[in-house]
């Protein structure tokens, strides 16, 4: 119903900088919310960036302040900045959405997730 694919990743050295993107495709307009998450070697994935049709957002405290997401409604797209990147930010970061659907009169819904093939990116020197 909905499909992400991400792209950006890469190898930075610790300070750099990467620009994440992914772009949304199919029932798109079911989309209430979209982000990032990570998961790095022997960790549960967690979340990094979301920000929700409204414009709020929600940022996991290791990365405030350097890292920004945003996202395109129109275009239906979600990037993350990523600035001043260290070498525990390493990981594979999925693209994620979220879809809310209503579906009769009646106010019945449907709630999915939706993620990306995931983007490797590694800090290191």
């Known amino acids: 119903q909905v499909q992400l694919v991400e792209s950006g990743g890469g190898l930075v050295q610790p300070g750099g900088s990467l620009r994440l993107s992914c772009a949304a495709s199919?029932?798109?307009?079911?989309?209430?919310?979209m982000g990032w998450y990570r998961q790095a070697p022997g960790k549960e994935r967690e979340s990094v960036a979301v920000v929700t049709n409204s414009g709020v957002t929600n940022y996991v405290e290791s990365v405030k302040g350097r890292f920004t997401v945003s996202r395109d409604n129109a275009r239906n797209t979600v990037s993350l900045q990523m600035n001043n990147l260290k070498p525990e930010d390493t990981a594979v970061y999925y693209c994620?959405?979220?879809?809310?659907?209503?579906?009769?009169?009646?106010?019945?819904?449907?709630?999915?997730?939706?993620w990306g093939q995931g983007t490797q990116v590694t800090v290191a020197s």
């Open positions: 199919g029932r798109t307009f079911t989309i209430n919310k």
């Open positions: 994620y959405a979220h879809s809310h659907f209503v579906i009769n009169v009646e106010g019945a819904s449907v709630d999915r997730d939706y």
